[in-house]
């Protein structure tokens, strides 16, 4: 099956200094990629659905100004999460879809961020 | 609003015991329905959809929208199929998911 990377795979920041996270499809072109973020021992939740060259549509109550997501190429996504602090601790997940109306997502291993 | 409420967050069984994740939804309208499985130390992955009405490693899933129900089954759990179960809907020609809070499944040897 196609295959989603992240990078990194955890990270710990400080409080008030931003992360950014990438995600990449290896093997297909995403025209479509997806931010969730899951806390412990909750499902996932969609932060922000991506297209490739356009801007991100973010879901309710979600701060765009604090996540924000560039979607440049047809491989590459990325989340920054600026100003971050404690309660941005969480682990996202990122996913990809080839083409419109593709109904797969695949999903990247997910990013554990620490904000101290 | 769309939900999906899965009621168990762990199900253990024996092995070859009958299986059963029960997942409901809430949707206007005609919703796709999915389920995912995540193995130990493994990332999301798509199990079966309702659309393909297949079988996937003994699991199927039926749509019941009488009872917003999409619950997934296997007649013999095997040891393998310990893992976290998501059910997932999107609307018709979305690709936008909802999930459920999941169900952690544990099969006993």
């Known amino acids: 099956g196609a295959v989603v990377s992240q990078h990194p795979s955890w990270v710990i920041c400080k409080s008030g200094t931003s992360v950014k996270i990438e995600c990449r499809s290896l093997d297909f072109q995403a025209t479509t990629m997806f931010w969730y973020r899951q806390f412990p021992k909750q499902s996932l939740m969609l932060m922000a659905t991506?297209?490739?060259?356009?801007?991100?549509?973010?879901e309710q109550g979600v701060e765009k100004d604090k996540f924000l997501i560039n979607h440049a190429s047809l491989t590459l996504s990325t989340l920054t999460v600026t100003s971050a602090h404690p309660e941005d601790s969480s682990f996202y997940i990122c996913s990809g879809a080839a083409g419109a109306g593709s109904y797969e997502q695949y999903f990247g291993p997910g990013t554990r961020l620490t904000v101290t | 609003a769309q939900r999906v409420t899965q009621p168990e967050k762990l199900l253990s069984v024996f092995k070859g015991a009958p299986v059963e994740l029960k997942c409901n939804y809430s949707?206007?309208?005609?919703?796709?329905l999915f389920w995912y499985v995540q193995y130990s130390r493994q990332r999301l992955q798509l199990l079966l959809r309702h659309i393909s009405r297949e079988s996937i490693k003994g699991f199927t899933a039926d749509l019941n929208k009488g009872e917003t129900s999409f619950h997934l089954k296997k007649p013999f759990a095997q040891e393998e199929d310990s893992a976290m179960y998501y059910c997932a809907l999107s609307g018709p020609g979305a690709q936008k998911l909802v999930f459920g809070q999941g169900t952690r499944l544990t099969i006993n040897p």
């Open positions: 991506s297209n490739e060259g356009s801007k991100a549509t973010y």
């Open positions: 949707y206007s309208g005609s919703p796709e």
